[in-house]
C-alpha cells in the first residue's frame, strides 16, 4: 500500500506537492474561525474536533514539504503563522471569555511569537535560524497547545497539572525567545559594514592569486627544478632548448605550444639568456588566446547550469564551491542531485549544500535523473531562484547509452524552462592532462557544453594541460579547481594562470 502511494506521488511534479503543503498551512489559519465560532457557542466538543484536524494538518503539511524535499520561503513563513494564529485566537477568546488573568501569558506568547516573526523574516532563506531555538520553539508550542486544553476543558484537569503545564510553557517560551534573540544578534555582530565587505573582498582576491599559487606549486615546482641554470651558461643553445622542451612536455603543454614555445625560444639572443623564464612567460602569453576569457554571467531567472563529466572528475565538489561562491555574491542558488546511481551522491551533494547554506533538492529512492532535472527547473523558476546547479552522475564518454541519457536531461530542461540548460559545463580531472581534450570532444557530441572547468590543479604537476586545453579547444574555461575546500575554486584568465605557473 505504502509503495502504492509512494509511486502515485513520485509522479506528481515536486512543486506540486509544495505547493499542496502550502494550501493546507494557509487552510489551517482558516480554521481558527470556526474553533472560535463553536467555543463562543459553548459547543466545546466540535472546536475539540477542529483543533485535532489543526494538529493533523500541521503534521502533513510538514511531511509533504520533506517527501518533495524543499521548503519554499513561503511554506517557512505560512507554516509557523498559522500555528501562532489558531493558537493566540483560541487564547485570546479564552483571556475574554473568562480566565481574565491569562491576558499576560497572552501578551507574552504575542511578543515572543511577533519578534520572532520579524527576526525570522529578516534572515530567512540567508541563514539558517538556530536550530536549537527553533526546537525548543516547537516543545514549547506543544506544552502551550496541552496548556490551552486545560483552560478550556477545566473539569479533566486538576489545578496542579494545569499550574505545571502553564510554567512549563511559559518557561520553554521564555528559552526559544532568549536563544533566537541571542543567535539573531551573533548574526548582526556578525555582518558586515560595506568598507569590511570591501576589504574583505579585496583580501579574497590576493588569497585568490595567492591560492592559485600555491595550488600549482607542484606544476611551477616541476619547471623550476627543470629549467636549467642558465646564468651558468650565458647561452641559448640546443641543450638548453631541448631542456625546456622537455620541460614543458612534463606538464602537460602538449607538442604544439611547446614546438612553439622552442622555437621562439632558439631565436633569443645570447645577452638575454638570463632572462629566459621571464621570456618564456611573455612568449606563452602572446601564444595564448585572449579573447575567448568570457566571465560567466548569470543572464537569466532562473540560470540553469548542467554540469556533465566522467567519474569522479570533481563535478558534485565544483556544485558545492560554485553555490557558496554565487550565494555569496547575494544570488540565490538552488543545487539538485541527478545523480540518481548512488544514494551516496545525494547525501554528498546535500552535504555541500549545507556547507555552503543554499537550498537543496533531490530524490534519495533512484528517482530517473531527468525527472529529478525537470522538477528542479519547475521548482526553481517557482521559487524565482538565480541560479539552478544541477549535478549528474560521472559517465564514460564512450558509453552510448549514458551519453543518450544526458541528451535526455538536457532535453527535460528545455522543455520545463525555454532556453534551459543555459550553459553545460564539462568538468574535467586536471591530473589527467590533456586526455580532457578527448572527454571535451566526445562530450560537446553528445550534449551542448558551452564550458570547461578543471579540477584537482592543487594535486598535480600536468598543470600545463591547462593551457593547451585552452589553445586547443573552442570552448573556454571557466572556473579551475585547486582543493578540496569551499573557497578552492578561481575564474580561469590565461595571463594570470601563466603568472602563477612561471613566478
Ligand atoms: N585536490 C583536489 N581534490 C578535488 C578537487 N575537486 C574534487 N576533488 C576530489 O575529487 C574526488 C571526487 O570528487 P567528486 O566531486 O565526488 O567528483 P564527481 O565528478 O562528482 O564524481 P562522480 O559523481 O562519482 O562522477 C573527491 O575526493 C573530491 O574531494 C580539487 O580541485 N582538488
Ligand atoms: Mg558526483
Redesign the pocket.
Known sequence: MSNVIKEKYEEIPAYKVVTASNIISLIRALLAIPIIYFLNKDMGGIAFIFIVICAISDLLDGWLARISNQITALGKVIDPIADKIVMNSVLLFLVLAENGNLIYYFLLILIRDFSISMLGMYVINTRKVSIHANRLGKISIFITGFAILTFLYPTYVNDSIRQILLYGSIISLALSWIKYIYDFTKIIAHSETPAAAKEKEEQQEEQKIKGLKS?LDKTEKSIASRLPLIKKFFTVDQDILEDVEETLIATDMGVELTDHLVEKLSNVKKENAAQLRSILKSEIKSLLKHDQHSKTEITNKPHVIL?V?????????????LAHKYSSESKDVLIAAA?TY?AA?YE?LKIWSERSHVDFMGNPEGKDPAAVAYDAVKSAEARNKDVLLI?????LHTKSNLMQELQKIERVCGKALEGAPHDVWL?L??TTGQNGIRQAEKFSEAVNVSGLIV?????TAKGGAVLAIHNKMELPIKY?????QLP??VEFDPDEYVEALLT
Open positions: 595550488g554540469f563529466g566522467v567519474n569522479g572528475t570533481g563535478k558534485t565538489t565544483t556544485i558545492g564551491k545523480d548512488r551522491a554528498q549535478d549528474t552522475a560521472g559517465r568538468v580531472d586536471g579540477t584537482k590543479l592543487d594535486g579551475l579547481g585547486i582543493g578540496e578552492d575554486i
